[in-house]
C-alpha cells in the first residue's frame, strides 16, 4: 500500500546533478515527504523531508510542487557514492496528542540511482 | 554520537528455532520501529513502540513478536522460524512518535534460515 511512485532506475553522470522524481498524488494535509537511500546491504540513510515549501540541506535539496502530488530530489553534484536505492515515502505526521501519531513509514520499491564515471 | 545498534549483525538458525535480535536506539529516542527486508517484499513495517508499548503493527503473523524496555531497548522474537523469514531485519529509533523528525536506522541483523 505505498503511496508513492517512483521510476525504478536512473543513470547520473557522475558531477553532475540528480534529479529523483515521485508523484504522491493522493497525500493529504498532514502527511510529510520524506526521502531516505539506501546503499547496498546497509541500513536506509535519512536524506531530508518536507511538507510545502522546499527544502535544502548538506545532502540534497526537495522541491514539492504547488499542488503537493509529486515532489523531486536533487542531489546536486553525483558522486559515485551516491549510488543507491532512494527511497519517497509519505508519512502521517501528528501533535503529540494525536491518537495517530507514528513513525510508521511505508517504503514503495525505490529508484537505483547508479553514477556513472 | 552513537547510532542505532544492532545485535547480532549476523546470525544462522535452523527452521523450527526461534531468534531474537535486540537494538538499542540512539541515547534519548524512546521511538523503535522494526522493518524486514527482503527481497521479494522489499522494506516491509514489523511494529513500532513508544514508551514500552506498541503503537502499531504490520501485517506479519503472530510469530513476531517484540518488546520495549524502560531505558527504550527493544527486542524483537521471531518463533518456529521458516525459510521465508531469511531477511535483513532493521530497527529505527526517533526521538517521539509525533512530529515531523527524523528515524535513524540501524545497520540490521541479516538472519539466515537453513
Known amino acids: 500500500d505505498a503511496k508513492t511512485t517512483q521510476p525504478p532506475s536512473m543513470d547520473c553522470a557522475e558531477g553532475r546533478a540528480a534529479n529523483l522524481p515521485c508523484n504522491h498524488s493522493t497525500i493529504s494535509g498532514n502527511e510529510y515527504v520524506y526521502w531516505y537511500r539506501q546503499i547496498h546491504s546497509q541500513g536506509p540513510q535519512y536524506i531530508i523531508h518536507?511538507?510545502?515549501n522546499n527544502e535544502t540541506n548538506e545532502m540534497a535539496s526537495l522541491i514539492i510542487t504547488e499542488d503537493r502530488k509529486s515532489s523531486t530530489l536533487i542531489l546536486p553534484h553525483a558522486t559515485l557514492r551516491d549510488t543507491a536505492v532512494y527511497y519517497c515515502?509519505?508519512?502521517?505526521?501528528?501533535?503529540?496528542?494525536?491518537?495517530?501519531?507514528?513513525?510508521?513509514?511505508?517504503f514503495g520499491t525505490g529508484t537505483l540511482l547508479a553514477v556513472q564515471p | 554520537k552513537a547510532g542505532v545498534t544492532q545485535t547480532p549483525r549476523y546470525l544462522i538458525k535452523t527452521r523450527g528455532q526461534q531468534v531474537t535480535l535486540s537494538c538499542s536506539p540512539i541515547s534519548g529516542h524512546r521511538s523503535v520501529s522494526w522493518y524486514q527486508q527482503t527481497p521479494g517484499q522489499g522494506l516491509q513495517f514489523l511494529f513500532e513502540?513508544?514508551?514500552?508499548?506498541q503503537r502499531n503493527k504490520g501485517n506479519f503473523p503472530g510469530r513476531f513478536s517484540g518488546r520495549q524496555f524502560s531505558n527504550s531497548r527493544s527486542e524483537m522474537n521471531v518463533s518456529t522460524l521458516e525459510l521465508g523469514d531469511s531477511a535483513l531485519y532493521l530497527c529505527?529509533?526517533?526521538?517521539?512518535?509525533w512530529g515531523a523528525g527524523e528515524l535513524f536506522f540501524g545497520e540490521g541483523s541479516r538472519l539466515t534460515v537453513l
Open positions: 518536507g511538507l510545502k
Open positions: 513502540y513508544f514508551s514500552e508499548t
Open positions: 529505527a529509533s526517533s526521538r517521539q512518535n
Open positions: 515515502i509519505v508519512r502521517v505526521v501528528g501533535a503529540e496528542n494525536y491518537g495517530g501519531a507514528t513513525n510508521k513509514l511505508i
